[in-house]
């Protein structure tokens, strides 16, 4: 996928493509910058943005380099700097970029719906209330994203003009200001709404053609009910407000089984498959396996709980090959010995002695059409749990949701859930982090809000690893950048303070600093 900057700042781009396809994710090669009737469609564009959304975000250095190795869902097998919180700059800037790009595309299908000489022609692919709305209920996603991972960032929004929302207007600004979080988490509270207020049920689709997300208007509903608890109970005590949101998305309708989890689905072949099958099969970067300590959690060996029969849809035993990871053809086994995490936060030269003893992911997640994930049943119940007083019917919904998602026996669920401690702040929270496997960025929002998983390595901490020929030892997590604990969120890239100076600086100082520890408004202090 080609992407021609116009403006790093304002982020008004194109996004075209170079790939064809006649699948699944067909018509992401528009160019939604110069809409023009009868040659763009608002289905191609809301499917191209959707496509590059995840990614964009989910991939081996926007987060295989970033948030998923920092709440250790893996650890990296050569370069373990990245580990140590020390990110490129690069990636960086094209995680920040790529967002806005996205985000672009969905105001564009926006003003698409709203321009009477446009409107007309882009009814055929569905109701334009229905368009708009998705629109908005995956803007507010993806400026979610960002405020989560910087803080203050240049925000739009389809219902307010408030004038500091400035963002994705190049005709107006050139040089956005940085919008407030407060006021950036209070607007996508009431985006998320609206935009679930303004969905015509009574439609059949929300699109006709290329929807890949949501299909009826009453999941589209659902997602954005959904996501709204997610926001208000990530903000609660410290957006007015945000109560209420948590009382009226419920009472709105949030997701009720896996039927309504909203992922992207990828094609299955070698066109457009999924962000780290292409990464290991195509690009042949083989950098990542499953981190020790998330294997050791699993097995029992740290945490609360006994053996979670998702070690083995997880992982894949040691013993199994690249090769045979790709074509799904080793045995899973309840030998726990079989499965070998990757130590987590050791040295780059000590990386290479632990490569061949170590679990790769499953053939569960390296597949072509794997699903990537942006909200789903189980997170919800997790967060019906915790609004209920940590519900335990709501925290062992959760539990069971994730097995039965990832293909875990009825059996094998039947006497986990047996043994399942009774709910607690811990146990709902550290069973959530098991559930969001593979959504890093939400469980990196999660840790800084909550300060759980508690069995995360932390810098300081000693874990032993065993040394081919030398036996098991002991290392101590150093991280990098000077840091004590996790980054506390993402520094602005430097290319903005070159380009938009005086406006970064502002929101430098509005936040107490342009640092990695310094904490969004919500963090846990």
């Given at each position: 996928m080609k992407k021609i900057f116009i403006s790093i700042l304002s982020i008004a781009t194109l996004l075209t493509t170079t790939v064809s396809c006649d699948d699944k994710l067909e018509e992401i090669n528009k160019n939604p910058n110069a809409p023009e009737i009868g040659q763009t469609t608002t289905f191609g564009i809301f499917n191209g943005a959707n496509y590059a959304l995840m990614t964009n975000s989910r991939g081996s250095f926007?987060?295989?380099?970033?948030?998923?190795?920092?709440?250790?869902?893996?650890?990296?097998?050569?370069?373990?700097?990245?580990?140590?919180?020390?990110?490129?700059?690069?990636?960086?800037?094209?995680?920040?970029?790529?967002?806005?790009?996205?985000?672009?595309?969905?105001?564009?299908?926006?003003?698409?719906?709203?321009?009477?000489?446009?409107?007309?022609?882009?009814?055929?692919?569905?109701?334009?209330?229905?368009?708009?709305?998705?629109?908005?209920?995956?803007?507010?996603?993806?400026?979610?994203?960002?405020?989560?991972?910087?803080?203050?960032?240049?925000?739009?929004?389809?219902?307010?003009?408030?004038?500091?929302?400035q963002a994705l207007q190049i005709e107006k600004y050139l040089k956005p200001k940085f919008a407030s979080q407060t006021k950036i988490y209070a607007d996508l509270l009431k985006e998320l709404k609206e935009a679930a207020a303004m969905v015509v049920t009574s439609e059949p689709v929300v699109f006709t053609r290329g929807d890949k997300l949501f299909g009826t208007p009453a999941k589209l509903v659902k997602f954005a009910n959904s996501l709204r608890l997610r926001i208000a109970t990530r903000v609660k005590g410290v957006v007015p407000g945000a109560e209420t949101h948590i009382t009226e998305a419920i009472a709105g309708g949030v997701m009720t089984s896996n039927a309504d989890n909203v992922g992207l689905t990828y094609q299955k072949d070698d066109v457009l498959p999924s962000p780290f099958y292409n990464d290991f099969y195509i690009g042949n970067r083989t950098d990542f396996a499953i981190s020790n300590t998330f294997v050791d959690l699993l097995k029992g060996n740290l945490g609360n709980f006994g053996v979670d029969p998702r070690l083995q849809k997880y992982a894949a035993p040691k013993t199994a090959t690249k090769a045979a990871v790709k074509a799904a053809s080793y045995t899973e086994t309840d030998d726990l010995t079989q499965y070998v995490g990757m130590p987590y936060g050791i040295t780059s030269a000590q990386a290479a002695g632990q490569r061949p003893s170590t679990s790769f992911w499953s053939s569960n997640v390296l597949k072509q059409d794997y699903r990537e994930i942006l909200m789903e049943y189980a997170e919800v119940q997790f967060l019906l749990a915790e609004n209920n007083g940590w519900n335990n019917a709501n925290y062992q919904?959760?539990?069971?949701?994730?097995?039965?998602?990832?293909?875990?026996?009825?059996?094998?669920?039947?006497?986990?859930?047996?043994?399942?401690?009774?709910?607690?702040?811990?146990?709902?929270?550290?069973?959530?982090?098991?559930?969001?496997?593979?959504?890093?960025?939400?469980?990196?929002?999660?840790?800084?809000?909550?300060?759980?998983?508690?069995?995360?390595?932390?810098?300081?901490?000693?874990?032993?690893?065993?040394?081919?020929?030398?036996?098991?030892?002991?290392?101590?997590?150093?991280?990098?950048?000077?840091?004590?604990?996790?980054?506390?969120?993402?520094?602005?890239?430097?290319?903005?303070?070159?380009?938009?100076?005086?406006?970064?600086?502002?929101?430098?100082?509005?936040?107490?600093?342009?640092?990695?520890?310094?904490?969004?408004?919500?963090?846990?202090?």
């Open positions: 926007s987060s295989g380099r970033m948030a998923l190795p920092w709440v250790q869902y893996s650890a990296q097998r050569n370069y373990t700097e990245e580990d140590r919180f020390q990110f490129r700059e690069v990636t960086n800037q094209s995680l920040y970029t790529d967002y806005y790009l996205s985000a672009v595309d969905y105001k564009t299908v926006i003003d698409l719906n709203t321009d009477p000489v446009t409107r007309a022609a882009n009814e055929a692919y569905g109701n334009p209330n229905n368009q708009i709305a998705a629109a908005r209920v995956m803007l507010a996603y993806t400026f979610l994203q960002l405020v989560d991972a910087y803080g203050d960032v240049p925000y739009w929004s389809y219902g307010n003009n408030d004038p500091d929302f919904n959760g539990v069971r949701a994730s097995m039965e998602r990832w293909g875990v026996s009825a059996a094998k669920i039947t006497a986990f859930l047996a043994t399942l401690p009774a709910a607690n702040q811990a146990n709902v929270l550290n069973q959530k982090y098991i559930a969001l496997f593979m959504q890093p960025y939400e469980a990196y929002a999660e840790y800084r809000r909550t300060g759980f998983p508690n069995t995360i390595l932390l810098p300081g901490q000693s874990y032993a690893f065993n040394v081919p020929q030398a036996g098991v030892t002991t290392y101590t997590f150093i991280a990098l950048n000077n840091l004590t604990a996790m980054p506390a969120r993402f520094t602005y890239p430097v290319n903005l303070q070159q380009l938009n100076g005086e406006n970064v600086a502002a929101a430098a100082a509005a936040i107490g600093g342009d640092e990695l520890d310094t904490k969004l408004i919500w963090a846990k202090k």
